[in-house]
């Protein structure tokens, strides 16, 4: 025979008014804790446990780069994916002779041509390049 307090799964009936837990009322701290005791209190705790802080590490510091602003009369974008190495001596170069990045490329481009002895302004002939895929 089943107890009336528990259903037949051995559980006990929520609704049986005997089942339900009494809860009893604490007296009041004499004084409520202040935030900060709170904060202090919740870090020992997590401390103790082993929980480990969400506070972001700190970052080294790196120096912003200064940002140039020139007003070139340039307004075509040229986007290209390059090594790391590169981009960093593309940077390192342009910084060093305090020009544009865009000015740099000229430069860059005019020596090359120079170097082929290619006339100024002309393209140097080239074989069309196919990617990984084959296309052209």
Partial sequence: MT????????????????ARPTFQTRAPDSQP??????????????DDHGFP???????????????????TGRNQQLNMKVTTKVYQ???KVADRK???LGELLEQAL???EEKENVPKGVAAPTTPRTDASGAG
Avoid at 10 to 18: D, I, K, L, Q, T
Avoid at 34 to 39: A, G, R, S
Wanted: hydrophobic share 30%; no cysteine.
């Fill in 3 to 18: 107890n009336p307090k528990t259903h037949e799964s051995g559980r006990v009936n929520a609704f049986e008014r005997s």
């Fill in 33 to 46: 804790a202040t935030p900060e005791q709170v904060d202090l209190q919740v870090d020992r705790i997590a």
């Fill in 53 to 71: 802080s969400r506070q972001a590490p700190k970052r080294k510091s790196r120096q912003p780069r200064k940002i140039a602003r020139h007003r």
């Fill in 89 to 91: 001596d593309f940077y």
């Fill in 98 to 100: 305090k020009i544009t």
């Fill in 110 to 112: 005019a020596a090359l």
